[in-house]
T-cell receptor
Framework: NAGVTQTPKFQVLKTGQSMTLQCAQDMNHEYMSWYRQDPGMGLRLIHYSVGAGITDQGEVPNGYNVSRSTTEDFPLRLLSAAPSQTSVYFC???????????FGPGTRLTVL | GENVEQHPSTLSVQEGDSAVIKCTYSDSASNYFPWYKQELGKRPQLIIDIRSNVGEKKDQRIAVTLNKTAKHFSLHITETQPEDSAVYFCALTPMNSGYSTLTFGKGTMLLVSP
C-alpha cells in the first residue's frame, strides 16, 4: 500500500490564483481530513469527510473547498489564493472514528 | 470548539534525562488521546495513544498517562536520546466532528543534547 499520498510537494502561487491540492489513500478509509500547519499554531482542521459524498467544515475553512466523490480521493481547492494561505498542508485518513490518523507527506504552499 | 493546551512549548534536556509534556483539555466527551512526533520537514507520526478507559500505557521508553477527571494527559519519555529531538503534539478527537478528526495542541519542541 502507498498509504496517503499528496501532490504536489511544493507549490508557489501568485495572489488570486486558484489551484487544487491532491490527496489519495489506498487503504479504503472512510474518514479523511485536511489540516494546515503554521509555525507556533500546531495543526488546524480545514475540512473533513466521513465518507464519499459527505464533507463538513473544520476550524479554518474560509477560502477552501473540498469534495469527496470517491472513497480514495479528497482534493482541497484554493479558490483565490492569498498570502495568509501560505502554509504546509497535510491530508490524513482514518479507518475508524476515534482511530489512528495516517498523514500524507504534506504540500508546502507559498502564496506571493 | 475544543481547546487543547500544551506545555511546555520548548524543552531542553541532557541525553539520558526524562522529559514530560502535559496537555489539558476542556471537552469531557473526548475518548481518544494520541501523541504525534514530527521531525523537521516530515509528516506527523503516531508514537503512542490512550483511550479513556485506560489510565496509563507504556511502549518501551515512552508512556502516556490520562486523568479524565482533571482533564489532562501527559507524555513521558525516559532515557532520552538525541534522536528523540523533534516536535511533539498531543491531540484528541473532538465531539463536534463526530470524533472523526483531531484537535491538536500547539506542540512542544524537544531538544536532547548529547
Amino acid at each position: 500500500n502507498a498509504g496517503v499520498t499528496q501532490t504536489p510537494k511544493f507549490q508557489v502561487l501568485k495572489t488570486g490564483q486558484s489551484m487544487t491540492l491532491q490527496c489519495a489513500q489506498d487503504m479504503n478509509h472512510e474518514y479523511m481530513s485536511w489540516y494546515r500547519q503554521d509555525p507556533g499554531m500546531g495543526l488546524r482542521l480545514i475540512h473533513y469527510s466521513v465518507g464519499a459524498g459527505i464533507t463538513d467544515q473544520g476550524e479554518v475553512p474560509n477560502g477552501y473547498n473540498v469534495s469527496r466523490s470517491t472513497t480514495e480521493d479528497f482534493p482541497l481547492r484554493l479558490l483565490s489564493a492569498a498570502p495568509s494561505q501560505t502554509s504546509v498542508y497535510f491530508c490524513a485518513s482514518s479507518p475508524h472514528l476515534e482511530g489512528t490518523q495516517y498523514f500524507g507527506p504534506g504540500t508546502r504552499l507559498t502564496v506571493l | 470548539g475544543e481547546n487543547v493546551e500544551q506545555h511546555p512549548s520548548t524543552l531542553s534536556v541532557q541525553e539520558g534525562d526524562s522529559a514530560v509534556i502535559k496537555c489539558t483539555y476542556s471537552d469531557s466527551a473526548s475518548n481518544y488521546f494520541p501523541w504525534y512526533k514530527q521531525e523537521l520537514g516530515k509528516r506527523p507520526q503516531l508514537i503512542i495513544d490512550i483511550r479513556s478507559n485506560v489510565g496509563e500505557k507504556k511502549d518501551q521508553r515512552i508512556a502516556v498517562t490520562l486523568n479524565k477527571t482533571a482533564k489532562h494527559f501527559s507524555l513521558h519519555i525516559t532515557e532520552t536520546q538525541p534522536e528523540d529531538s523533534a516536535v511533539y503534539f498531543c491531540a484528541l478527537t473532538p465531539m463536534n466532528s463526530g470524533y472523526s478528526t483531531l484537535t491538536f495542541g500547539k506542540g512542544t519542541m524537544l531538544l536532547v543534547s548529547p
